[in-house]
């Protein structure tokens, strides 16, 4: 009666150390905005869930320095799915960061509720935007069956396999590439209007151009950017679903 008792509790920590990485690093689970003691106890609640879904786990050692080994593993593992699916995201708010960058809106900086760190306001907009897309588009129940496919998928030793290495640095270039498409129609006018002025400055030297040329940035980024909305949109509708996808079939998700 002890053994499998004690071996069904060994398994349970082990789910629930795996399903609190995903918590620390996943999209809207890994918030500032939420209170830690709500973490854990979704953490918990999380683990419980997905230790009654699969299957008993077999071959686990009870041995204590072996078991915080596996522990740690298994808590990097699901940091690691973690921030493969935050990885989208983040490209997001780089793409708005870049814009905020060009359009002169990233000198007075701001704290990001999201992510905890200094962002700009459109950097923190395009998060922010991002992250109503990722629950709209059903990310939050893609990570979850993610974290629960990767019981019968990924072992201790996927950290250290090549497939991870190759699919980071497939969603990085992604990622970047989605990043710098989505800001490039702001980035290659205000080069145009970067142009424009210092014709403009060279031609009239009494002119003081950088009295004008700040606000005027400022107003042709802002409508390129209303006038690009749709494409925006399209751009974000596009990669979303596709870097999510990329992330949980790492994980297992078929």
């Known amino acids: ?47 419980f869930a997905v230790w009654s879904l699969i ?34 995201l983040v490209a997001c708010q780089m793409s708005g960061t870049l814009m905020g960058q060009q359009m002169s809106l990233a000198l007075p900086s701001m704290l990001d509720p999201s992510s905890g ?12 935007l991002a992250v109503v897309c990722f629950v709209v588009i ?3 129940e893609q990570t979850f069956s993610a974290i ?32 710098l498409r989505m800001a490039l129609p702001i980035l290659a006018v205000l080069l145009l209007q970067t142009a424009a002025l210092a014709i403009v400055a060279r031609s009239m030297p009494q002119l003081n151009i ?10 042709v980024g802002l409508l390129v950017l209303v006038g690009g909305l749709a494409f925006i949109g399209q751009t974000m509708e596009m990669y979303l679903p596709l870097g999510i996808e990329q992330a949980t079939s790492w994980a297992g998700v078929v």
């Open 55 to 88: 299957p008993p786990l077999s071959g686990l050692t009870q041995n204590g320095i072996g078991l915080l080994v596996l522990l740690g593993v298994e808590f990097a593992l699901g940091a690691t799915i973690g921030f493969l699916i935050n990885i989208p």
């Open 210 to 219: 950088f009295s004008i040329g700040l606000p005027l940035r400022i107003l």
């Open 117 to 128: 760190s200094q962002t700009d306001v459109l950097g923190q907009g395009f998060m922010m």
């Open 138 to 140: 059903g990310g939050v």
């Open 1 to 47: 009666m002890t053994a499998p008792l004690v071996g069904s509790l060994i398994g349970l920590l082990v789910v629930i150390a795996r399903v609190g990485g995903l918590v620390l690093t996943a999209p809207v689970l890994a918030s500032p905005a939420i209170p830690k003691l709500i973490r854990v106890v979704i953490a918990l609640t999380l683990g």
């Open 148 to 179: 629960v496919a990767s019981f019968s998928h990924l072992q201790a030793s996927a950290l250290l396999e090549h497939g991870l290495a190759q699919s980071l640095s497939a969603m990085i270039d992604t990622a970047f590439e989605f990043a």
